[in-house]
């Protein structure tokens, strides 16, 4: 299915500043949608009463598995024409099957954030959002985030940021991500 949608797709390392990014377009006209919140919604079909990563990150894997590797694109797809929705941008792609599958839209532009690791743990050690993260927890749960011995049905973040049209940095200031984010706007978008 091809649209005239014009796409941005967010990837990164959690914690690397995807979620502010996105907020950033939608500040800019952009319908968000987060990718992770059909997991969510999934999560709570099952009845789960608190949403970890690691579960978050096992049904996905189930999702790609069992539906493709593309299906929280397709889904996403399918919400925005449902919707009527020209404009938006997409947090969190976390496999090269979503990538392939909002490449069929020709109006896509697929932008990396690029953190720190040690900048990406203290920003969300303090958070309640998820589960409790030590230094150990963050490692093992970012190794699988990023790919590392995992299949093609699993997590490749670490793939898909070197699938990216625009690389931004963010191991500084909020401002100075936002300048950033604003110059890549006015030249890319």
Same mark, same amino acid.
């Given at each position: ?12 390392? $959690?914690?690397? =500043?995807? @979620?502010?990014?996105? @907020? $950033?377009?939608?500040?800019?006209? $952009?319908?968000?949608? &987060? +990718? ?10 099952? =009845? *789960?009463?608190? &949403? /970890? ?18 299906? +929280? ?11 009527? &929705? #020209?404009? !938006? ?20 532009? +697929?932008? !990396?954030?690029? @953190?720190? #690791?040690? /900048? ?26 990023? =790919? ?5 049905? =699993?997590?490749?973040?670490? !793939? ?16 100075? *991500? ?5 110059? &890549? ?5």
């Amino acid at each position: 299915m091809r649209t005239t949608s014009l796409l941005i797709g967010i990837t990164g390392g $959690f914690g690397s =500043g995807k @979620s502010s990014a996105a @907020s $950033f377009f939608e500040l800019k006209g $952009f319908k968000k949608i &987060i +990718l992770s919140s059909f997991l969510e919604g999934e999560t709570e079909r099952r =009845g *789960f009463k608190k &949403i /970890t990563r690691k579960i978050l990150q096992d049904i996905g894997n189930e999702w790609r598995r069992k539906y493709g590797r593309g299906i +929280l694109a397709k889904k996403a797809t399918s919400y925005l024409k449902r919707e009527g &929705i #020209k404009k !938006a941008v997409i947090d969190g792609i976390r496999n090269l099957g979503e990538i392939q599958e909002f490449k069929k839209n020709k109006n896509f532009v +697929l932008i !990396a954030i690029i @953190s720190s #690791k040690k /900048t990406r743990f203290e920003r969300l050690k303090d958070l309640k959002r998820r589960e409790k993260l030590t230094w150990e927890v963050f490692q093992k749960l970012d190794r699988r985030d990023m =790919g590392l011995g995992q299949k093609n049905s =699993g997590l490749q973040v670490l !793939a898909c940021l070197k699938k990216a049209d625009v690389f931004i940095s963010n191991n500084k200031t909020i401002e100075v *991500f936002i300048d950033n984010l604003e110059k &890549i706007f006015k030249k890319n978008i």
